[in-house]
């Protein structure tokens, strides 16, 4: 079955950086896109990155353009999203989700546990 892994989450001051990375298993990694989304209490989910099968796409939030970056390997059926200029309105858990198709716009249809990322002083 599918997994979806994520790891890097934790406590960084505002201006920082951290790195999220997604370590897929039980999937063809490389044929499908993925993406991260998060989500705070009371609030829904919401879509921070999409990355296509063969990196030849991303999409972002406007929240997060030109501080966040997805990338992908393939190799290590890996996805990242390395996280810069840190605010405290990205205090968030953060899902790792793969997608049905090779496109960043196809539907999510499986979803990680989630990890933890703090901005705080």
């Known amino acids: 079955q599918v997994q979806l892994v994520e790891s890097g989450g934790g406590l960084v001051q505002p201006g920082g950086s951290l790195r999220l990375s997604c370590a897929a298993s039980?999937?063809?990694?490389?044929?499908?896109?993925m993406s991260w989304y998060r989500q705070v209490p009371g609030k829904s989910r919401e879509l921070v990155a999409a990355?296509?099968?063969?990196?030849?796409?991303?999409n972002y939030a406007d929240s997060v353009k030109g501080r966040f970056t997805i990338s992908r390997d393939n190799g290590k059926n890996t996805v990242y999203l390395q996280m810069n200029s840190l605010k405290p309105e990205d205090t968030a858990v953060y899902y790792c989700?793969?997608?049905?198709?090779?496109?960043?716009?196809?539907?999510?249809?499986?979803w990680g546990q989630g990890t933890q990322v703090t901005v705080s002083s």
């Open positions: 989700t793969k997608r049905g198709d090779t496109y960043t716009y196809s539907p999510v249809d499986y």
């Open positions: 039980g999937v063809t990694f490389s044929r499908y896109a």
């Open positions: 990355i296509s099968s063969k990196s030849g796409a991303t």
